[in-house]
C-alpha cells in the first residue's frame, strides 16, 4: 500500500467566519431568514462538508472551525437558493468577516431573462502541419437583471450560439470561468447548461476548421457590444461588419492583427479571409491561441469592469463582487485550483436536489467527484511550486 505524505496543519487554531446571506433587488438587498448555509473543505486528503447552520432573522450567520490534515486545503461557506448553489472565496484568514463572508442569492427563472452579449471574441490562427487552422471563440455574457437565468428543463441549454459545420477538434477551453462538463456540442450547436447570475460570466471554446471553410462567415445571432478579432496570418482580412483595425499584439512571440467593432448588430455576418498557403508555410507549428484566449479574456474583464454599473447596483446590491460564481467578474482569474473547488460545490449541489435512489446515479456522481478531487489535489500540488 502507498501512503501519501502530506503537509500537515500543526496550528489547529480555532477560526471563525461570520457574514450575512441577502437576496438582490433592484431597490435593496433583503436579508435571507432561516437559510441554510455549509461549511466546505476541499484537500488532496479528504474533502467534504464540515459544519452548517442556518441564518437569523437578519440573514446573519457565524461558523467556527479549526483547520486540520494538509495545508493546503480550501474552506468556503456555501447556500443553495433557489436550486443554484452560490458560495464564497476561499477563507485564507482566521477570521473572515464583511463581504468575503456573505453570499447574495437571486429568483430564479426559466422565463425571459435578458443575456447580452457584452463582448465577442474571435482569434484565427496559422495553419497547423495539418492544414487545419485552430479557432477559438470567447463570450461575455451580461446578465444585467435581478434574476438567475435557469433551463426550463434539464435537456435544454441556458444559452447557446453556434460554430460552422466544418468545425472539427472541439475543445472547452480550459481558461474560461465555465467547467468543461457545463458546455456542450451537438452538431453545429454549443449550449450552455449552468444558470447564468446577474453579473458577467465569460466561457471560451475552441475548433479547428479546414482551408476549405475559408472565406469563413460569422453571423452574429445576437448583437454585440464589443467585437475583436485577431488574426496570426499578415495577409488575413476581416471584413464584413463595422471593424478597425488597432495596433497588433504579440503574444509567445507571435503576432496576431488586431480588429475592433462596437455595437454590432444582430444578424450581421463578419466575413474572414485568408490566404490559401503551400510550400513550406504550411508546416508552421502550432500557436499559442491557449495564451490568447487567456490574453483575450483579461482585456475584456478589464472592458466590462469600466463599463457603468446598472442602478441597482449602484444603489446597494453587490451582486459583482460576492454572489454566485457566475455573478462575479473576478472568477475569470481564478487558479484552477479555486475552479476546481466551485466545480465540485456544483457537483453537490446538483446531486442534492435530485437526491437519486438508484446505485448506478449515486456511482456515477462519486465517481466524478474522485475525479475532481484528484485534479484538485494536483492542481494544489502545481499551486505550491515556486514561481
Known amino acids: 500500500m502507498i501512503v501519501l505524505s502530506l503537509p500537515a496543519d500543526t496550528t489547529h487554531a480555532a477560526r471563525r467566519v461570520a457574514g450575512r446571506v441577502v437576496r438582490g433587488t433592484r431597490q435593496r438587498e433583503v436579508p435571507v431568514a432561516k437559510q441554510w448555509v455549509v461549511l466546505h473543505r476541499v ?22 472551525y479549526r483547520p486540520s490534515g494538509d495545508t493546503t486545503a480550501i474552506y468556503f461557506v456555501s447556500t443553495s437558493y433557489g436550486g443554484v448553489a452560490y458560495f464564497t472565496a476561499p477563507l485564507r484568514a482566521p477570521v473572515v468577516t464583511g463581504d468575503d463572508a456573505s453570499l447574495t442569492v437571486f ?6 431573462v435578458p443575456i447580452k452579449v457584452g463582448g465577442r471574441h474571435l482569434i484565427v490562427g496559422a495553419p497547423l502541419p495539418s492544414g487545419l487552422r485552430p479557432i477559438a471563440e470567447v463570450f461575455d455574457l451580461q446578465n444585467d437583471s435581478t434574476i438567475t437565468k435557469i433551463a426550463a428543463d434539464s435537456a435544454s441549454p441556458v444559452w447557446s450560439t ?11 477551453n480550459p481558461s474560461g470561468s465555465v467547467a468543461s462538463g457545463a458546455i456542450e456540442r451537438q452538431g453545429t450547436s454549443v449550449g450552455l447548461y449552468v ?21 469563413l462567415s460569422v453571423p452574429f445571432e445576437r448583437a454585440s457590444d464589443v467585437v475583436e478579432v485577431l488574426l ?21 512571440g507571435r503576432t496576431f492583427r488586431r480588429f475592433l467593432g462596437q455595437n454590432i448588430a444582430a444578424n450581421a455576418v463578419l466575413r474572414v479571409d485568408v490566404l490559401r498557403m503551400i510550400g513550406p508555410e504550411r508546416q508552421r507549428v502550432y500557436l499559442g491561441v491557449g495564451a ?16 457603468a454599473r446598472p442602478r441597482w447596483a449602484v444603489a446597494g446590491v453587490a451582486a459583482f463582487r460576492r454572489s ?10 481564478e487558479s484552477p485550483s479555486q ?16 437526491s437519486p435512489n438508484d446505485d448506478a446515479a449515486r456511482a456515477a456522481y462519486e465517481a466524478r467527484r474522485a475525479d475532481l478531487k484528484r485534479q484538485l489535489a494536483d492542481a494544489l500540488a502545481a499551486d505550491r511550486q515556486p514561481a
Open 43 to 64: 484537500g488532496p486528503d479528504h474533502a467534504g462538508p464540515l459544519d452548517s447552520t442556518r441564518t437569523g432573522s437578519d440573514g446573519r450567520f457565524a461558523l467556527s
Open 107 to 112: 429568483d430564479t427563472s426559466s422565463g425571459p
Open 162 to 172: 453556434h460554430i460552422p459545420d466544418a468545425a472539427q477538434n472541439f475543445q472547452v
Open 195 to 215: 444558470p447564468i447570475s446577474p453579473g458577467i460570466r465569460q466561457f471560451a471554446f475552441m475548433y479547428d476548421l479546414p482551408q476549405s471553410a475559408f472565406p
Open 232 to 252: 496570426e496570418e499578415p495577409t488575413a482580412q476581416a471584413r464584413g461588419v463595422a471593424l478597425r483595425e488597432v495596433p497588433p499584439v504579440s503574444m509567445e
Open 292 to 307: 490568447a484566449v487567456v490574453a483575450t479574456m483579461l482585456v475584456a474583464l478589464l472592458f466590462a469592469a469600466r463599463r
Open 324 to 333: 454566485a460564481p457566475a455573478a462575479t467578474p473576478v472568477v475569470v482569474a
Open 339 to 354: 475552479q476546481l473547488v466551485r466545480a465540485i460545490a456544483d457537483l453537490d449541489a446538483a446531486f442534492e436536489r435530485v
